[in-house]
């Protein structure tokens, strides 16, 4: 004989209490009530029979192709925001227009007011890019001189703060001088040191926290040196091979 | 020329906390936060997609457009309910992937009105004496019940997958669909209701 449904606020109980969703003074009344009321009683039966089963099917798995295509996710977005990803055109125009802003701030003898924030350009780039300007530049620095006791304080007046201007001459890198470059929106101390023919650009920004040992990258062309200590994020860039640059780093990190 | 493009020529920089304006470093942010929100819970996302597309093809340019979006809005995250979080973005993908592959799908909402309305009664009336239904369910193929839920409208295979394929609760379905929990728990009860009188009528 067929019963007559529950009524609608008695099947979402039902629901709730296969669910294991009902406070427990509901779900009292209602397992009393499933004892002395045969259709609530199969009606709890058959949404349990089904919950099982729904519960039991197959998921699909994921697969390492498809882990792969997520993981390659991460990697594009990180290219996307690198020059990688910039057409050829628009790179070409940014170094045409790079090299305009250089030309007219060395025209009026300025120091470096380059400012690449939101272009996209990574760190390493602007890094180089800083380092770059400064050999076209009639002269690398804005204070010329080995001695320290200049160097320093011309940063620190400048910016109030300044990374250890140590003259490495007795190790074949004399300090040649200081200037204020500018990375991002923020203008960074930076020490010029000389080896051999090359200059080596060390920009110094204030403001990291910890410690990371030196790792070596390559950006725009310039080998580059990056570490972090004593309250700045180091970056020693130049034309030098890769070796003698590091030599450099040690040198100055132990002075 | 070593590429700076990968996240992996990045490690070096994590521990010097650096301010958050280095796009590459923003990146590499971003990519580690989405490791620790999104990834864990690929295999949630993918088999609610399954049920809603109906495949698993499908299912995955779902999930991966979705992981897409978690990613570039990965700083909106709250920090709360990461499960839940990803699987809103995955519905939200599933319904506009829906609406451009499956336009006729979609269930229009004056229907939507009535699923919600939960004087209607759905199904017949199980019979009491032998409980036929439930070892009817019981011994039916995973096809057969598969089947009763690929016919259901979108609208309550949801519900019904969040709660007994991903095993959310009522509040959080009621979160990830925007939705009262009152309209969560009438669906579900319509939902299997219609799935069990599908597969006995099937039999």
């Known amino acids: 004989m067929a019963q007559p449904v529950p009524p609608s606020d008695d099947r979402l109980l039902l629901n709730a209490l296969v ?16 004892e002395i009321e045969p259709d609530l009683a199969v009606e709890y039966r058959r949404l349990m029979a089904l919950k099982e089963r729904v519960s039991g099917l197959d998921r699909p798995p994921v697969t390492r ?8 996710l991460m990697t594009q977005r990180a290219k996307s925001l690198t020059p990688a990803n910039r057409s050829g055109f628009y790179r070409n125009l940014s170094a ?16 470096y007011l380059f400012t690449t924030s939101h272009s996209g350009f990574s760190i390493e780039d602007e890094v180089a890019g800083g380092h770059r ?4 530049a009639t002269s690398p620095v804005d204070v010329a001189s080995s001695d320290r006791h200049t160097v320093k ?3 620190d007046a400048k910016l109030g ?15 040649i001088g200081g200037r204020v470059d500018v990375l991002g929106a923020e203008t960074v101390p930076t020490l010029v040191y000389r080896h051999n023919e090359h200059l080596i650009t060390l920009m110094a920004e204030p403001g990291a926290h910890g410690t990371v040992p030196p790792s070596f990258e390559v950006a725009s062309g310039y080998n580059i040196v990056h570490w972090t200590e004593g309250g700045f994020a180091f970056w020693a860039v130049s034309d030098l091979e890769q070796t003698e640059l590091e030599a450099f780093v040690r040198d100055y990190r132990s002075s | 020329m070593i590429s700076l493009a990968g996240t992996r020529a990045l490690p070096d920089r994590r521990g010097s906390a650096r301010p958050e304006r280095w796009p590459l470093v923003d990146a590499d942010r971003a990519s580690e936060r989405f490791r620790e929100v999104v990834l864990p819970h690929l295999a949630d996302c993918l088999a609610f997609a399954n049920w809603l597309t109906g495949s698993r093809h499908d299912a995955e340019d779902v999930v991966q457009e979705a992981c897409i979006k978690a990613l570039n809005g990965i700083h909106g995250f709250d920090g709360r309910n990461a499960r839940a979080w990803t699987l809103t973005i995955v519905r939200n993908c599933a319904f506009d992937w829906l609406a451009k592959h499956r336009p006729k799908a979609i269930i229009s909402v004056g229907d939507l009105a009535a699923l919600d309305d939960a004087t ?3 199904g017949r009336a199980p019979d009491e004496s032998s409980n036929a239904e439930s070892e009817l369910i019981r011994q039916a193929e995973s096809a057969a019940i598969g089947a009763a839920i690929a016919d259901l409208p979108h609208v309550l295979r949801e519900v019904l997958i969040l709660r007994d394929v991903n095993g959310f609760s009522y509040k959080e379905i009621a ?3 925007s939705v009262p929990m009152g309209t969560v728990m009438s669906r579900l009860a319509r939902a299997r209701a219609r799935v069990a009188a599908t597969i006995v009528e099937a039999q």
Do not use: K, M
């Open chain 1, 161 to 175: 703060v300044s990374p250890p201007a140590t003259d490495l001459a007795a190790d074949g890198y004399p300090l």
């Open chain 1, 19 to 34: 669910d294991d969703e009902l406070d427990a003074a509901t779900t009292i009344l209602l397992e009393r009530r499933l």
């Open chain 2, 175 to 177: 979160a990830i669909l």
């Open chain 2, 120 to 122: 209607q009664s759905e």
């Open chain 1, 65 to 72: 192709g498809f882990e792969a295509r997520i993981g390659a």
């Open chain 1, 96 to 111: 045409l227009a790079a090299s305009i802003i250089v030309t007219a701030v060395l025209a009026s003898g300025g120091t």
């Open chain 1, 133 to 136: 300007r400064s050999l076209l």
């Open chain 1, 153 to 155: 304080p011309w940063l």
